[in-house]
Nanobody
Framework: QVQLVESGGGLVQAGGSLRLSCAAS????????MGWFRQAPGQEREFVAV????????NYADSVKGRFTVSRDNAKNTVYLQMNSLKPEDTAVYYC???????????????WGQGTQVSVSS
């Protein structure tokens, strides 16, 4: 079992940056692909980014491509989401999640964090 705890959310002006972290418990962190998702009020949870177990392969939603970067440090059991050039439409609760396969759909993920709020003002 994997427990995930996100941190790093907050309020930022449009054009600003934030770095989210997701710390995982357990010795099997490197066995999982790690994804980031977000959910705005009244909307479905949507895919943001995913990184494979080794950290060598990533995939991004078109809406964040070129602005967000996902990375991981398996020695620290942590995955990161660097968010630059933030826009008001990026406002949402951001979740990290662990999956055994490299996927972009929420249903493919076995473990979820509690989420961290990101708010971008215009």
């Amino acid at each position: 079992q994997v427990q995930l705890v996100e941190s790093g959310g907050g309020l930022v002006q449009a054009g600003g940056s934030l770095r989210l972290s997701c710390a995982a418990s357990g010795r099997t962190f490197s066995s999982y692909a790690m994804g980031w998702f977000r959910q705005a009020p009244g909307q479905e949870r949507e895919f943001v980014a995913v990184i494979n177990r080794s950290g060598l392969t990533t995939n991004y939603a078109d809406s964040v491509k070129g602005r967000f970067t996902v990375s991981r440090d398996n020695a620290k059991n942590t995955v990161y989401l660097q968010m630059n050039s933030l826009k008001p439409e990026d406002t949402a609760v951001y979740y990290c999640a662990a999956a055994t396969l490299f996927r972009t759909t929420p249903a493919s993920y076995n473990y979820w964090g509690q989420g961290t709020q990101v708010s971008v003002s215009s």
